[in-house]
């Protein structure tokens, strides 16, 4: 079986998840002949090499107290080779050559790398030693997490890698459903202070939107309101189909927001669980013409198809945009921050909105696997199962008890370091100090570690705050497409060759349609017929809906 390049197939290899199928399709022998699916319970070997990734703040691992604590309660040595630079190359090289370390750590190996290098033999599957006995964390995690489960098993059947990711959602805030923090990306406002002004409401509909538009254009609030030169009132400025700062969310007035960085930025799910593509659905024409005359008309920045956040983000903090999109809203409107209020979902035409969510972020199953070069897999992975520890986690993620977390509220629960006491106590701030500390890896912290054993950083508290309080209201339908679906290797090449094409495809016309109008009957014929017959949407769609009926399948088991 040919072997991919490590980080060809990355992007897709982070949409992990998968149904379990026969466990005698797993790898093969290792050289210590263990046959496939039985634990190999050998523990002569405790010491171990571990080759991977590291921060480029990291002094390194070797005196790093967590790690040489949790050494010792396993019993083992580890001898470290990582590095912040060259990795993919350097483990390109081992791999290539047969030098293989007892474990990679912090690499990132895609999905469809982990499934070539468990099949070949060169790392093992880890389902045996998932067991009370082995790994006692990270199985009760696993049990009271079936999708965890679920998106680090390949799709041979196999688990050649241990998870991780960060959970973080509105449980972490108290809130009785958990979504997580990226399950609106952009949260638009609207300076409300000019609203004020000119004795207008917020806007409820696009259309009075439109109206508040041209009012702050045609009056030159950045000019009346603040004294900045005249003409210089931008109505409305984003990026154009960018993460948190993009124009996707006003879609919602017409049934769907094609978050970009989504599994496939046009890709939904419907009540139904059927995946399509809205940018091959009328409700996407019809929004294209009607945003066309925004811009047309002046109420659009014309530099939203090219400019950067740092641009956005000075025009906005010196007083000159109505409507914008962003992670928080101070942080872009800067000191005119308590002028903005958020805007709502906006009702469309026909009276009403959807906003298609994401499912979050990816539980990632390519930050730890073991070779065949091991002898004692159970000793290593003795060490790891201290890593599914929550006041562990904490500590690989941030610095040691004494560090970041220097005190416990009355719950018990830590409190992290301010900037200011950083500052203070290290001469750097609580992020260059958490850069210095953490260490690359199989962490996974769930939101309700939050609660209970760690506290939330105050900026992600009022992310999820805003986000259950002010936005989840407006949402109706919460499903969404699993980002954590796992691929067969097929389906992986059908992605390869026609994802980026797809989405290069439909972007490109977003952006002209919008600029310039359309699109005419001729055109959306012929858009739809590139779609199809050039850019694999068929394919596609036949590919993500078997992986998500596939992950149904697992979930209900």
Known sequence: MRKSNLWK???????????????????????NNVEPGVANENTDQTEFSIMGGISALSSGYENNEVLNKMQDEAGIKIEWNCMSDSLAEQVNIRI???????????????????????????????????????????????????????????SDGCIYGLPAGEKM????????????????????????????????????TLDELHDALVAFKENDMSARY???????????????????????????????????????????????GEAEFV????????????????????????????????????????????????????????EYADDYVFLPILDGPDGTHNVTVRSGGATNSGNLSITSACESPVNLLKFFDQWYDPENVMQLQYGPIGTYFTEQNENGVWKSITDEESQTKFGKSAGELKGEYEVYGPKLILSDYYNSVFE?????????????????PYVENTE?????????????????????????T???????????GGPSDEEWEAYIDTLTNSCGMEELLKVYQDAYDRYEEEMAE
């Open 279 to 334: 940018c091959a659905d009328e409700n996407y024409r019809e929004a294209l013409t009607y945003f066309h005359d925004w811009y047309e008309e002046g109420l659009m920045d014309p530099e939203m198809f090219s400019q950067d956040d740092t641009q956005l983000m000075s025009k906005c903090s010196q007083g000159y945009v109505g409507v914008s999109t962003w992670w928080y809203i101070d942080e872009l409107m800067g």
């Open 9 to 31: 197939r990355a992007a897709v290899g982070t949409l992990a998840a998968s149904m379990v199928l026969s466990m005698s399709s797993c790898g093969e022998k290792s050289k």
């Open 226 to 272: 603040y004294g900045n030169d005249p003409g210089s009132t931008i109505p409305m400025s984003t990026g154009f189909d960018q993460w948190c700062w993009g124009q996707n969310i006003f879609y919602a007035g017409f049934g769907f927001t094609n978050w970009p960085n989504d599994v496939i930025n046009d890709l939904v799910l419907n009540k139904d």
């Open 169 to 204: 959602g509105t449980a972490a805030i108290g809130a009785e459903e958990d979504y997580n923090i990226y399950t609106i990306p952009q949260f638009s406002m609207i300076n409300k202070a000019w609203l004020d002004e000119l004795g207008l409401e917020v806007p409820t």
């Open 480 to 504: 969404s497409y699993p980002i954590d679906c796992v691929f067969t290797e097929e389906e992986l090449d059908t992605i390869d060759m026609y994802k980026t094409d797809f989405e290069n």
């Open 456 to 472: 939330l950083e105050s900026r992600a508290q009022e992310r999820l705050t805003d986000l259950n309080d002010f936005w989840m």
């Open 506 to 516: 439909v972007s490109e016309q977003e952006g002209l349609w919008l600029k310039n």
């Open 96 to 154: 290539a050559g047969g030098e293989y370390p007892d474990a990679f750590m912090g690499v990132g190996f895609s999905n469809y790398d982990l499934t070539n290098y468990g099949q070949d033999g060169t790392f093992i599957d880890l389902t045996p030693y998932i067991t009370e006995e082995y790994m006692p964390n990270l199985t009760k995690i696993l049990e009271e997490h079936p999708e965890i489960r679920t998106a680090i098993t390949m």
